[in-house]
């Protein structure tokens, strides 16, 4: 008896899986070294938002957490400045970089980090990816 299993489907998803897992890799590795020491592992609430900051910043998402460990008081102080939000965390932060990533990306574009375009590019294929079994919004 035939399958009704979609393997073409099963491989995509297992591919976007290893993608997210190798990107919150890389955010406790920046960590590890940003803090000079071993850290915990991540909260389920960071995985989520690791995820949910690769459904949003799609191929961009490694570039904006390299500039952001790199570039952090610089970060900061551009966000406080663009939103009037007077605090920011000490160091990186996924959450702080999730909500503000727009202004990481405006940034990186000032600072010539990426073009422009390139931006653009990331944001449109992102919205244009249908994952139906994520809840990415």
């Known amino acids: 008896m035939?399958?009704?299993?979609?393997?073409?489907y099963v491989r995509t998803v297992m591919?976007?899986?290893?993608q997210?897992?190798?990107?919150a890799t890389h955010w406790q590795n920046r960590m590890s070294e940003h803090l000079?020491?071993?850290v915990p592992s991540l909260t389920g609430q960071q995985?989520?938002?690791i995820k949910s900051l690769y459904f949003k910043a799609g191929m961009i998402s490694r570039k904006m957490i390299d500039f952001t460990f790199d570039n952090w008081n610089s970060y900061t102080a551009y966000v406080m400045e663009a939103t009037g939000i007077p605090t920011c965390p000490n160091v990186p932060h996924i959450g702080y970089l999730l909500t503000h990533r727009e202004e990481a990306m405006a940034l990186m574009v000032e600072m010539k980090i990426v073009?422009?375009?390139?931006?653009?590019l990331a944001l449109e294929v992102a919205q244009n990816i249908d994952w139906p079994h994520y809840n990415h919004n």
Not at 2 to 8: F, H, Q, T, W
């Open 115 to 120: 073009p422009m375009d390139e931006v653009e």
């Open 20 to 23: 997210e897992l190798k990107l």
């Open 36 to 38: 000079g020491q071993g």
């Open 47 to 49: 995985v989520g938002q």
């Open 15 to 18: 591919q976007k899986m290893k």
């Open 2 to 8: 035939k399958s009704d299993i979609d393997m073409g």
